[in-house]
């Protein structure tokens, strides 16, 4: 077994920190983007169904499931070209294109123009490309760190998603919010392809990516390490659970206390800016200390903060009290950003270099399978169902979220559960002991 000094040996960096970093800042933008097109609609969603004389259901219909039909199937045939081709003119070419498509939601005048602008296609490369490109400008025990400086893009995005597109509705209404977000998405595509360069495969690790692995052998891979299984059922449960609720805040809020989508948005967006970059700072600087070197107590924490802030989630959705419910959103909104760099981080680790791009995409066709499928569908259908008539009001959609409440407490037990065989897991995908 290797010793535990030999933890802190790393591969000789071939490119320098500007660099690296200047990389990083522009795969935060792309995740920013991501984040804020697929998001923003859950904002306007209670204007976009009165609008259209939709149950909860129809119009869940309409603005989740086409977004996640195509993010979580084509998730994993590009995450294949990923590992094989450009990540970087993949990058470009999938930012360029959901960034239309979010345009042309605005231009949207029935259900069903919605439904083609909404198909996410380019959105299922942005991340694992993102994550592969990062995975080989920091070193293993740098790593973590870095992916939680990305995920920093989730915050950033649910914040313009929130309270700008929000503010954009009330005043030039909901189309508006779409269009906007168009122009920015092109103009950081050119940019990613005139002045980044695509990496080398495994310059970071001990172990070659120049070969390219079979899907199956990458499942078969995958399944062995057992560690790296419970951590992805862990962080999908955790988005089942977070994201899946905050699909159906603004609209909770809009109808129970009877706010505006810009009011509302006033509400989560700071929490989510604030309160969700804090978290995930705070995270990045955690996971390069040294007690965090060792990823077993990374996964720990992660599960102590996501069954408190599920505690949490339930007094939101429970209490009639506005003031109690915006304190608690300090508690569970930042919580649902501390999980997504160290998740992708550690997972990262317990993958081989020329698998990485598939193991982020069955990462996130899982969470997405969660939240963009699964937590809507049931939220929605179970709202329609509660209500009298089968026509959603507040307290309908209230027990309905209550329902999705538990989940976390089931995200908990994975990522204790997942501890067991953690170190020997990573030193086997990475050739990088972990000081125990």
């Known amino acids: 077994m290797t010793n535990a000094t030999e933890a802190h040996v790393e591969p000789e960096n071939p490119t320098s920190g500007v660099v690296r970093w200047y990389v990083l800042i522009l795969m935060v933008a792309v995740y920013t983007l991501s984040i804020t097109d697929r998001y923003m609609i859950s904002q306007v969603l209670e204007s976009i169904r009165l609008e259209l004389h939709l149950t909860d259901t129809g119009v869940n219909i309409i603005t989740a499931a086409p977004l996640a039909f195509f993010y979580i199937f084509l998730g994993f045939p590009i995450s294949w070209l990923i590992d094989r081709g450009n990540r970087r003119n993949i990058i470009v070419v999938c930012l360029i294109a959901w960034s239309a498509m979010t345009a042309f939601c605005g231009l949207s005048r029935t259900a069903w123009q919605l439904v083609l602008a909404r198909v996410g296609v380019g959105e299922a490369g942005g991340t694992p490309g993102a994550n592969s490109i990062i995975s080989d400008y920091f070193p293993a025990l740098r790593r973590p760190m870095a992916l939680t400086i990305f995920s920093l893009g989730a915050p950033i995005g649910a914040y313009f998603a929130s309270d700008t597109a929000g503010a954009i509705a009330d005043h030039l209404g909901w189309r508006a919010a779409f269009l906007w977000l168009g122009l920015p998405g092109t103009l950081v595509g050119l940019l990613i392809y005139f002045t980044v360069r695509e990496p080398k495969r495994g310059q970071q690790d001990r172990k070659p990516g120049d070969e390219k692995p079979t899907v199956l052998e990458t499942i078969l891979y995958l399944w062995t390490q057992r560690s790296a299984v419970h951590v992805m059922v862990a962080s999908a449960l955790t988005a089942l659970w977070g994201w899946g609720l905050m699909w159906f805040t603004p609209t ?185």
């Open 252 to 436: 909770f809020l809009v109808r129970v206390y009877q706010l505006s989508p810009g009011e509302a948005g006033a509400i989560t967006g700071p929490i989510n800016l604030y309160g969700g970059v804090a978290a995930t700072v705070f995270t990045a600087w955690l996971v390069g200390t040294r007690p965090m070197a060792n990823p077993r107590r990374l996964v720990q924490l992660m599960g102590a903060v996501i069954g408190v802030a599920t505690i949490a989630s339930f007094f939101i959705y429970w209490t009639h009290s506005l003031p109690l419910a915006k304190a608690l959103f300090w508690v569970f909104i930042p919580s649902i950003y501390f999980y997504i760099g160290p998740c992708f981080g550690l997972l990262l680790n317990l993958a081989e270099p020329r698998m990485r791009a598939q193991f982020c995409a069955a990462t996130l066709f899982l969470a997405n399978l969660g939240n963009l499928i699964i937590a809507p569908n049931a939220v929605a259908a179970l709202s329609d169902w509660f209500a009298p008539n089968h026509v959603a009001n507040a307290e309908s959609l209230r027990l309905a979220m209550l329902c999705l409440v538990p989940t976390g407490l089931w995200a908990t037990f994975h990522y204790f559960w997942s501890t067991r065989r953690l170190l020997e897991d990573q030193e086997r995908a990475t050739g990088v002991a972990v000081a125990r």
